[in-house]
C-alpha cells in the first residue's frame, strides 16, 4: 500500500474540506516568470504561480529560498531596497503591478502586509490602527474604524477599555493581532502576511490561524511560513520553493518546485523534492 | 573510592578587576568635581557681589554700566542680548539641522550620506573666531547691500551665524537618534500606504524624539555659551533691546572683553563677572533640566 506524505508526518493533518477548485476562482495576482536580485545576485527566479482571489496561499520552503523575497514583490516593498531588481511580471487583477505609472505607495493601500516580528509603532492602540486611515485622510467615522478593524483582528474585547495605552504594553501575540487590525483599517484587498506567527507562542499561533480563516471571506490571504502544519491547516493553495545550488559558480537561487491545493501538496506532490520537504527528509 | 566532586574555588579577590573598576569611576569623578569647582568658585565671588548690590537691583535694573560712575548693575540687557541672539540662532540651526538630519537619515542614498554627514561634521570644527569674522565682515556688509538698515555690530548677524555653526551639532545627533530607529517600524508604515515624508514625520522624528530634542538642548546651550561670534559681531552695547539690527552685549561677550580688560581683583567690577558667569550657569542649568522633562514626557519607547 502506498502511504500519503500526510500519513506519514505524524502531527500534520491536512483539510478535506477543500475548497472549490482554483479554475473557477477569481485570480487576483498572475505572476509571470519573476525574477529577485539583490546586488545582481539572484534570489528567487523563474517564478510563475496565481494567486486566487478570497484564498488562503501558503509559501513553504527551507530557509534562504526565497519565500519572503517573493512575498515582498506583491506590494512592492523590495522597491525600499535600493540593490533589489525585479524582473517578469506580475499582474494585478491583469494590471502590471510594477508599470510605469503604478505608484508603489498606491499599491500597499491596496495590498496590506503583516510582518514577522509584530512591529506596533511605539503609539497608543487606537494611534496604531488609525494611522493608516490618517494617512489616506480617512478622517470621518474613524473611531467606527479603529473599532471594527480591532474587532476583525479578534483584539477589541482584550483592548477596547486601554485603547490610549501604549501597544508596547501588549503582549507579543496581542501585538501581531494589533498590526494586523492595523493592516485590516485602511480595507485592503489583499494582505500579505510574512510568517506572522514565528515570533509567538502556541495560543497565539493558534489565535491568528482561526483569524485567517476569518478574514478569507472578506479578503485575499497570502502567508509565508515555514512551518509545514500552518500551512497544511490554513492554506487553500500550498507553493513550495527550494534553493537551487549552482556549484559551478557557487551560487544559491531560490525556486518555485511546486504549487498546488494544499491537500495535493501534502499527500500526493508530483515532485520528488516536494515530497521529500514535507515528510520532513529535507529541510 | 569515588572521584572527588569538582569544586568551586574559593573566591579570591581579583585585585585588576578593582584597579580597572576605581580607575573608571576616577574618570567619572573628574567631571563630577570639576564641575563642583566651577560652582563653587562662581558661588564665593558672586555671594560677595549680591552683598554690595541687592538681588532685586541686580534682576529687575534695566541699565548696565558696571565700569562706569556711577555703577549701575541692571543685568536684563545682558539677559535680553543673550535671549535675542540665542533666538536668531534656533530659528536657523533648529529647522535646518532637523531637515538636514531628515534628508541624511532618510531620503539620501548611502553613497551620498556616506560623504555628506563627514562633510558637515567638519563645519563643526571650524574656528568660532571664523565664524565671528565671516558675521561681521561678510554677512553683516551682504545685509547691508540688500539695503537693509542694519548696525556693523548687530544682534541678528552674530545669531545667524552661530545658528550656522550649530547646524552641525543639530544635524548629526538627530541624525544618530533617527538612523537607531528599526527599519521594522518604517516598513509597517509603508505597508500602510504612507509616502517618505510620511513615515519621517510620523513615525521616525516622533520615535527619535528624545535625541532631537537633546540636540537641540545642545545646540541652544552651545549659542547661549558661544562668546567669540557674539563678541565680534553683536557688539558690546549693553542695551535693552529686541530690535535683530541694533548692536546688543551677551553675557559671554561681557565676561570675555571684562576679563581680559584691567579690572582690579577683588574689586566689585571683578565680582561682577562672576555674577554675570552664576547666571549664565543657573541659565543653562534650568534650560537642560526642562528639556530633560521635556525629553521624558513625550519620548516614545521602542521595543
Redesign the interface.
Given at each position: 500500500m502506498v502511504m500519503t506524505a500526510a500519513e506519514r508526518i505524524p502531527g500534520v493533518e491536512v483539510r478535506h474540506d477543500a475548497p472549490s477548485g482554483p479554475a473557477l476562482r477569481e485570480v487576483v495576482f498572475d505572476v509571470e516568470d519573476l525574477t529577485v536580485a539583490y546586488g545582481g545576485k539572484s534570489a528567487l527566479s523563474g517564478v510563475s504561480l496565481e494567486v486566487y482571489k478570497n484564498f488562503v496561499t501558503a509559501f513553504i520552503g527551507p530557509s534562504g529560498c526565497g519565500k519572503s523575497t517573493f512575498i515582498r514583490c506583491f506590494n512592492r516593498m523590495n522597491d525600499l531596497i535600493p540593490s533589489a531588481t525585479v524582473d517578469g511580471t506580475i499582474l494585478y487583477h491583469g494590471e502590471d503591478l510594477y508599470g510605469r505609472e503604478v505608484d508603489p505607495v498606491e499599491v500597499r493601500r491596496l495590498i496590506g502586509m503583516v510582518f514577522q516580528k509584530p512591529n506596533p509603532f511605539p503609539k497608543s492602540i487606537f494611534d496604531n490602527v488609525a494611522f493608516g486611515p490618517r494617512v489616506l485622510g480617512l478622517k470621518d467615522g474613524l473611531d467606527d474604524r479603529v473599532r471594527h478593524a480591532l474587532e476583525q483582528a479578534a483584539l477589541w474585547d482584550e483592548v477596547k477599555s486601554r485603547l490610549k495605552e501604549s501597544a508596547l504594553s501588549l503582549s507579543g501575540g496581542q501585538q501581531q493581532r494589533l498590526c494586523i487590525a492595523r493592516a485590516l483599517a485602511v480595507e485592503p484587498e489583499v494582505i500579505l502576511m510574512d510568517e506572522p506567527a514565528s515570533a509567538l507562542d502556541p495560543i497565539s499561533t493558534t489565535r491568528i490561524e482561526d483569524l485567517m480563516d476569518e478574514l478569507k471571506r472578506e479578503y485575499t490571504i497570502v502567508i509565508v511560513t515555514h512551518n509545514m502544519q500552518q500551512a497544511a491547516r490554513v492554506a487553500d493553495m500550498t507553493a513550495f520553493f527550494s534553493v537551487e545550488v549552482d556549484e559551478n559558480r557557487d551560487a544559491r537561487t531560490g525556486i518555485l518546485v511546486e504549487y498546488d491545493v494544499t491537500s495535493k501538496i501534502f499527500t500526493n506532490p508530483s515532485d520528488q523534492r516536494t515530497e521529500d520537504y514535507v515528510t520532513g527528509r529535507f529541510g | 573510592m569515588q572521584a572527588a566532586a569538582p569544586r568551586l574555588r574559593v573566591h579570591r579577590r581579583r585585585w585588576g578587576e578593582g584597579v580597572v573598576k576605581g580607575a573608571l569611576a576616577l574618570c567619572a569623578l573628574v567631571s563630577i568635581a570639576t564641575t563642583i569647582g566651577i560652582v563653587a568658585a562662581l558661588l564665593e565671588p558672586s555671594l560677595e557681589f549680591f552683598r554690595e548690590v541687592s538681588l532685586v537691583d541686580f534682576f529687575s535694573g534695566t541699565d548696565w554700566a558696571p565700569l562706569f560712575e556711577p555703577a549701575r548693575f541692571g543685568v536684563l540687557p545682558l539677559i535680553v542680548g543673550t535671549l535675542s541672539v540665542t533666538f536668531w540662532a534656533v530659528v536657523v540651526a533648529v529647522p535646518f539641522g532637523l531637515g538636514a538630519a531628515i534628508y541624511l537619515s532618510e531620503y539620501a542614498?548611502?553613497g551620498v550620506r556616506k560623504a555628506l554627514k563627514p562633510a558637515l561634521e567638519v563645519l563643526a570644527g571650524v574656528p568660532t573666531v571664523v565664524y565671528g569674522y565671516f558675521a561681521l565682515v561678510t554677512f553683516t556688509p551682504f545685509l547691508r547691500s540688500l539695503g537693509l538698515d542694519v548696525q556693523i555690530f548687530n544682534a541678528f548677524s552674530a545669531g545667524v551665524v552661530m545658528g550656522i555653526m550649530i547646524i552641525p551639532t543639530v544635524a548629526s545627533i538627530s541624525e544618530d537618534a533617527m538612523n537607531a530607529v528599526?527599519q521594522?517600524?518604517?516598513?509597517?508604515?509603508?505597508?500602510?500606504?504612507?509616502?517618505k515624508l510620511?513615515v519621517s514625520v510620523?513615525?521616525v522624528v516622533?520615535?527619535a524624539i528624545s535625541g532631537i530634542v537633546a540636540s537641540f538642548v545642545l545646540g541652544i546651550s552651545r549659542a547661549v555659551g558661544e562668546t567669540m561670534i557674539a563678541l565680534l559681531a553683536a557688539g558690546q552695547l549693553a542695551q535693552l533691546t529686541f530690535v535683530p539690527f541694533e548692536p546688543v552685549e551677551t553675557m559671554t561677550a561681557f565676561i570675555a572683553a571684562t576679563g581680559i580688560g584691567d579690572v582690579p581683583t577683588g574689586s566689585i567690577e571683578y565680582k561682577t563677572i562672576f555674577a554675570v558667569g552664576l547666571t549664565l550657569f543657573v541659565m543653562t542649568l534650568a534650560m537642560n533640566l526642562f528639556a530633560i522633562r521635556l525629553v521624558r514626557k513625550y519620548r516614545?519607547?521602542?521595543?
Open positions: - | 542614498r548611502p528599526p521594522s517600524l518604517r516598513d509597517g508604515a509603508y505597508a500602510l500606504g504612507s509616502n510620511e510620523r513615525i516622533p520615535a516614545e519607547v521602542y521595543e
